[in-house]
């Protein structure tokens, strides 16, 4: 008969157990509370900024149609894809859904700017009235435009406001353009209940974590008049100044504003520009691929990883707008800023014109499109628990599903394809994605991350 070595004795007992248990009350409750992981929910792949006195309704249809007659102009987005380096067959691909994203959603998030693109104070003195009158008209009548297209239908998944910073020379016409917004849009749609979930609200040029703690009262306060639930309204930031990625004490500001905002933080947008122009870049070299644009976004990819927090790249100022040469130039760059963002894990950018939707969503949709295959093959194996020719642990799994499902809600890939190459429904995806929403039927597979 053979024997049998004899159980450890236990070492750790009951006490030990409530004592450790004690002295991670903390880490528990931060890891819980600040690191939920991202919420599944789409994530727009660009924000369009638009002056806020030339939005109407119908300008995301506009915008659509200028997109798809510039495109036409180089031949057709077919050979637009080709042009910016796509191969044939990609580009017969990705061209059909490009063509049908540009007629039926061509704008996914729309900014109506009270900010950088607002001229307000010139125009009132061009007829001589107050600029400041001309800005609560014109936030009112934001409202009502936006109103307006939620009721006809035309309204962009995600829409909403920029204003003025909380700097001391706009602070307070800033939150006056904010409140009048907010106060209107919830009277117009009909009442607390009414306000799209697509509501969005930018908080631009942020320097300090005082500067969010203000906005959070300010939201709070919104909510209370209006009454809002609790929580109702969040905003982003925009990462404009060097201040916010390193503070003067040496620390960075940026990773404090998760922990400092009680949740209402739902995005970081990088600005090129001002960022670049408070480093004294000159002009010619500011781009969303210079080394200091790279070091800020890196450090705001580590301060909000595993937070919620989403992350947008900025733009690039160079337009597709003048000959036929300086055109293909324009839209090649954009189209490979475009896919360098993609390729660094910023899902999402700006774009400033009509002409720069084409190649955000050929540069898009041939992302997910060339990567689809073997994300799938993977899943599959991993679903299955199949050894495959990679072995893929929880964390990859979720990555694949997350590129997957973010393609899938772009347009760039069809929900009949992942079910045909995964056997997973979009809920199923969601939920092999984020493990905090798992499936059911995937139960086996799930695993919450660290």
């Not at 597709?320 to 390729?343: C, F, I, N, T």
Request: aromatic share 6%; glycine share 10%; hydrophobic share 45%.
């Amino acid at each position: 008969m053979g024997s049998h070595s004899p159980r450890p004795r236990p070492v750790f007992g009951a006490a030990d157990y409530e004592r450790i248990d004690a002295g991670l009350v903390d880490t528990d409750r931060l890891l819980a509370v600040g690191y939920p992981g991202d919420s599944g929910s789409r994530q727009p792949v660009h924000t369009v900024y638009v002056p806020a006195d030339r939005f109407t309704p119908s300008l995301p249809a506009e915008w659509g149609a200028a997109a798809l007659a510039a495109a036409e102009e180089a031949g057709g987005v077919r050979a637009l894809a080709e042009l910016v380096g796509l191969s044939p067959d990609l580009a017969a691909e990705v061209a059909p859904r490009v063509e049908a994203k540009l007629r039926s959603e061509p704008i996914e998030d729309l900014r109506i700017d009270f900010e950088d693109g607002y001229l307000a104070p010139g125009r009132a003195a061009q007829a001589g009235g107050d600029p400041d009158e001309t800005e609560d008209a014109e936030a009112v009548r934001a409202a009502d435009q936006l109103a307006a297209a939620l009721a006809a239908g035309s309204a962009t998944p995600f829409a909403g406001i920029r204003f003025k910073c909380l700097e001391e020379a706009t602070r307070r016409r800033g939150l006056r353009t904010l409140e009048l917004f907010v106060v209107r849009l919830v009277d117009a749609v009909g009442g607390p209940a009414g306000l799209p979930d697509g509501l969005v609200l930018t908080l631009p040029k942020v320097t300090t974590v005082d500067q969010v703690k203000a906005m959070v009262y300010a939201v709070e306060r919104l909510e209370s008049a209006l009454g809002l639930n609790p929580g109702r309204l969040g905003f982003e930031v925009q990462v404009e100044t060097p201040q916010l990625i390193i503070g003067a004490d040496g620390s960075h500001p940026v990773a404090q504003l998760p922990h400092k905002a009680d949740g209402r933080i739902t995005a970081l947008h990088y600005g090129t520009y001002d960022y670049s122009a408070s480093l004294s870049i000159a002009a010619a070299y500011q781009s969303m691929e210079h080394p200091v644009a790279d070091f800020a976004k890196e450090v705001m990819q580590l301060a909000v990883a595993g937070t919620g927090i989403r992350l947008s790249d900025g733009s690039t100022n160079i337009l597709p707008l003048g000959d036929a040469a300086q055109r293909e130039e324009a839209w090649r760059l954009h189209a490979r800023l475009v896919r360098r963002s993609l390729e660094r894990g910023f899902y999402q950018g700006w774009d400033v014109h009509a002409h720069q939707l084409p190649t955000r969503y050929i540069a898009t949709y041939a992302f997910y499109r060339q990567g689809l295959g073997a994300a799938t093959e993977r899943l599959r194996n991993y679903v299955a628990q199949t050894v495959g020719a990679v072995l893929d642990e929880p964390a990859t799994a979720r990555a694949l599903a997350a590129f997957v499902l973010r393609g899938l809600q772009c347009g760039a890939v069809g929900a009949d394809e992942v079910l045909a190459s995964t056997g997973l429904t979009e809920a199923e995806l969601t939920g092999l994605a984020h493990p905090r929403l798992a499936h059911p039927r995937l139960a086996h597979t799930a695993a919450v991350p660290n």
